[in-house]
Each structure stands twice: as structure tokens, then as C-alpha cells.
């Protein structure tokens, strides 16, 4: 299994980015997908994940209506469209998959994780 993050970058407060993780090596029906970061000298934290549906989403609180996460399948790729961005929002962004439950994710466990994908908000 390979997960691809890319869409970082630099950017200027009250900006934007959009990440994308392009998943294979299997079939993902089922799985959930998210996103997780990692800012330099801290523990990786959850970001967002949603489910095979894309009807179940979730968020961590530092992120709820700025950040959008959603998937296509028949792609297998995952998404994070990241708005008006904070320079604490700076860190490493890493995608994930698991054939668990969303709650499963949100405690901060995935099967599957990605290389990471570096974003640096300026203030």
C-alpha cells in the first residue's frame, strides 16, 4: 500500500492550500481516510477524517470551518482543502487510511500512513 500526499507549500496568513493523497497497492472499499499533522516539536495530532461515504465526516475543533475534507473513490484519492490558514497551522501533513471506524482514527491509529507533506503558514 502506497499513500501520496502532495499540495504543500508556503503560504501567507488567511490563505489557502488544498492537499491530496492518492492511495493504491489495494483496494480501499470500506476504509476510512484522514489526515493528520505534525508541527516541530509536538506529537502528531488528528486533523480530519471521513468515511467510505463521504456522508461521515469529522474534524479536530482547531480546524472546524476553515478546513473541508472529502474523498473520491473511484479515484481512490483523499482531499483537504485547507482555508483561511493560521501560521499554528504550520506543520507536517500526513494522510492515512484504516479499515476501522472513524472514532478509530480520531484516537489517532490508521493501518496505512503516508509520507508527509510540508505546510508553513507566514505571519
Known amino acids: 500500500v502506497q499513500l501520496q500526499a502532495s499540495g504543500g507549500g508556503l503560504v501567507q496568513a488567511g490563505g489557502s492550500l488544498r492537499l491530496s493523497c492518492a492511495a493504491s497497492g489495494r483496494t480501499f472499499s470500506g476504509y476510512v481516510m484522514g489526515w493528520f499533522r505534525q508541527a516541530p516539536g509536538k506529537e502528531r495530532e488528528f486533523v480530519a477524517a471521513?468515511?467510505?461515504?463521504?456522508?461521515?465526516?469529522t474534524y479536530t475543533d482547531s480546524v472546524k470551518g476553515r478546513f473541508t475534507i472529502s474523498r473520491d473513490n473511484a479515484k481512490n484519492s483523499l482531499y483537504l482543502q485547507m482555508n483561511s490558514l493560521k501560521p499554528e497551522d504550520t506543520a507536517v501533513y500526513y494522510c492515512?487510511?484504516?479499515?476501522?471506524?472513524?472514532?478509530?482514527?480520531?484516537?489517532?491509529?490508521?493501518?496505512?500512513w503516508g509520507q508527509g507533506t510540508q505546510v508553513t503558514v507566514s505571519s
Open positions: 492515512a487510511v484504516d479499515p476501522g471506524l472513524i472514532a478509530t482514527m480520531r484516537g489517532g491509529r490508521a493501518a496505512y
Open positions: 471521513i468515511g467510505w461515504s463521504a456522508g461521515s465526516t
